[in-house]
């Protein structure tokens, strides 16, 4: 038998560690942290839908930064090439196109068209809802008057949706009753997945953290940064990849950091640690404090599973709630608007303090969201996963 090269030999030992490290080493703590993640989304929604204002639950926007710096984590952990010798692979890159592709769309798809049926409902809800509780920032705006910007009257609308592009259109970024200016962003990262874990293989990551990081800082002024507008357009809500690029390049850095240990698991690795540290200190610099802090925890659970963290947050309740994750964020609020108008027609209700407001809205809308989230993973979310890696075994 001929001998095989020693550089070949190399190549196959990679990949073979690295499919036994991916296969071996699912986190299921983060299927705790998405599954906490969605429910802090859906509680802080609540939370301002009633005019209940505490810290924690006011702060329920960062959850997606976290939910971006997990997506960047968990596509370069997941990611079948090998990040050093091929990074990329015509093959791999359809595939994994694919597979995304039957995980977003088949649940959004389907309550857009739930939205589109049910547009004038909602609309005269939410309105209702925002004129008896106006939302914390109204106090900002002179003659506050709740205007509903959702729009579903046109073919653009149509196109931009059904391609995720809108939110690349200002003003179309919050054009559905639905949170999903975030999927949007998230197809974007897709798009120049490929291209950045290229880059990662081929050039200094510092050069690629640093140019992230400036995107973030110069965003907000280019862009605008939710009320005020910014000097070429004004996006509501950070639904250009300019955005947020850094938090999902952080995510990336600890995946990267993973494969590189089970590739190399002895060679280089404390200076290899501050370098990636320091890459890591730099994209989410531009972040808020609460989510610099939340990186590195995460970071920390990524690479050294603390026991008891990891623990907690793989007890199977909250893997199982991390299974639902998406549709509880996708589609709760389809449920929390027309409960608040309910709920705001009942004289007792507006009459209590609103922090009972906030426990009788959750104890009605918690039950109906969990159980609809449960059947569309099931049901919906489930197909689509099974279709998407079906077809992707047959490019």
């Known amino acids: 038998?001929?001998?095989?090269?020693?550089?070949?030999?190399?190549?196959?030992?990679?990949?073979?560690?690295?499919?036994?490290?991916?296969?071996?080493?699912?986190?299921?703590?983060?299927?705790?942290?998405?599954?906490?993640?969605?429910?802090?989304?859906?509680?802080?929604?609540?939370?301002?839908?009633?005019?209940?204002?505490?810290?924690?639950?006011?702060?329920?926007?960062?959850?997606?930064?976290?939910?971006?710096?997990?997506?960047?984590?968990?596509?370069?952990?997941?990611?079948?090439?090998?990040?050093?010798?091929?990074?990329?692979?015509?093959?791999?890159t359809l595939r994994f196109y694919i597979a995304r592709f039957f995980r977003i769309a088949p649940l959004y798809y389907l309550l857009l068209l739930v939205c589109y049926l049910a547009l004038p409902t909602l609309s005269l809800m939410q309105a209702a809802a925002l004129k008896a509780i106006p939302p914390p920032w109204a106090t900002t705006i002179a003659n506050y008057a709740p205007a509903i910007g959702w729009n579903f009257d046109s073919l653009q609308w149509l196109l931009l949706h059904l391609s995720f592009g809108f939110g690349l259109v200002p003003g179309m970024e919050a054009s559905?009753?639905?949170?999903?200016?975030?999927?949007?962003?998230?197809?974007?990262?897709?798009?120049?997945?490929?291209?950045?874990?290229?880059l990662f293989a081929r050039t200094p990551i510092i050069l690629l953290a640093?140019?992230?990081?400036?995107?973030?800082?110069?965003?907000?002024?280019?862009?605008?940064?939710y009320l005020e507008a910014g000097s070429v357009a004004h996006f509501g809500q950070p639904s250009v990849l300019a955005y947020r690029l850094n938090a999902f390049v952080a995510g990336m850095l600890i995946g990267y950091f993973l494969k590189k240990r089970a590739a190399q698991p002895t060679e280089g690795l404390s200076r290899h640690n501050l370098y990636l540290i320091v890459c890591a200190a730099i994209c989410v610099a531009p972040l808020s404090k609460p989510v610099i802090l939340g990186f590195f925890c995460l970071a920390a659970l990524a690479l050294w599973r603390i026991p008891f963290a990891t623990a907690i947050l793989s007890f199977k309740p909250l893997r199982q709630l991390g299974d639902i994750s998406y549709s509880v964020y996708l589609a709760h609020l389809l449920i929390v608007i027309p409960a608040m108008y309910w709920l705001i027609q009942n004289a007792g209700f507006m009459a209590q303090s609103t922090a009972w407001r906030f426990v009788l809205a959750v104890t009605v809308t918690a039950p109906i969201i969990f159980l609809m989230s449960y059947l569309l993973n099931k049901t919906i979310e489930q197909l689509g996963i099974k279709l998407g890696r079906w077809l992707a075994k047959r490019v």
Do not use: C
């Open 176 to 198: 559905t009753p639905l949170p999903d200016w975030s999927l949007s962003l998230e197809m974007q990262f897709y798009l120049v997945l490929p291209l950045l874990i290229v």
């Open 210 to 225: 640093t140019a992230s990081a400036l995107l973030a800082v110069a965003a907000p002024a280019w862009f605008g940064n």
């Open 1 to 92: 038998m001929l001998s095989q090269p020693s550089e070949g030999r190399n190549i196959t030992q990679t990949h073979a560690t690295q499919s036994a490290f991916n296969n071996a080493h699912h986190l299921n703590a983060f299927d705790g942290v998405r599954g906490l993640l969605a429910v802090w989304v859906y509680l802080g929604h609540v939370a301002n839908a009633v005019g209940f204002h505490q810290y924690v639950l006011a702060a329920h926007a960062l959850a997606v930064d976290f939910f971006m710096i997990l997506s960047g984590f968990l596509m370069i952990h997941t990611w079948k090439a090998d990040l050093h010798v091929h990074p990329f692979n015509l093959k791999t």
